[in-house]
């Protein structure tokens, strides 16, 4: 039988928060579908649709906690799937901060279309 290998050390905070982001996913993504497939159907979406449910607090904020929350789970996931791999040492150091600077920068992206798409900017 295989030897249960993982970098992440159960009941730790990045263990915890990689389930909890799943969680939060999932759940968004459901929110997401019913809302957009049917509830709106897909040839009743429009961009000023779009602009409209943006200007509202509550799904923008939702909308920016989603793109926050995937960044950290896609980053963090791909970064331990890394580690598992034998990375180490240097290796695993410029990879976390390269990983680190495109996470940021994803964020900075999403943040800035949202602030565009919901009229702030």
């Given at each position: 039988?295989?030897?249960?290998?993982?970098?992440?050390?159960?009941?730790?905070?990045?263990?915890?928060?990689?389930?909890?982001?799943?969680?939060?996913?999932?759940?968004?993504?459901?929110f997401h579908f019913m809302l957009l497939h049917f509830v709106n159907h897909?040839?009743?979406?429009?961009?000023?649709?779009?602009?409209?449910?943006?200007?509202?607090?509550?799904?923008?904020a939702t909308m920016w906690l989603f793109l926050v929350t995937a960044t950290?789970?896609?980053?963090?996931?791909?970064?331990?799937?890394?580690?598992?791999?034998?990375?180490?040492?240097?290796?695993?150091r410029v990879a976390r901060a390269g990983l680190a600077l495109a996470a940021?920068?994803?964020?900075?992206?999403?943040?800035?279309?949202?602030?565009?798409?919901?009229?702030?900017?």
């Amino acid at each position: 039988m295989a030897e249960h290998y993982s970098s992440f050390e159960r009941k730790g905070t990045g263990w915890l928060l990689q389930r909890l982001t799943a969680v939060f996913l999932v759940g968004v993504l459901a929110f997401h579908f019913m809302l957009l497939h049917f509830v709106n159907h897909a040839a009743e979406i429009t961009f000023m649709g779009t602009q409209a449910r943006m200007g509202q607090v509550g799904y923008f904020a939702t909308m920016w906690l989603f793109l926050v929350t995937a960044t950290f789970h896609g980053v963090n996931g791909v970064y331990n799937a890394l580690v598992n791999q034998g990375l180490s040492g240097t290796q695993q150091r410029v990879a976390r901060a390269g990983l680190a600077l495109a996470a940021l920068a994803l964020v900075a992206q999403g943040t800035y279309v949202a602030l565009a798409m919901n009229g702030f900017l």
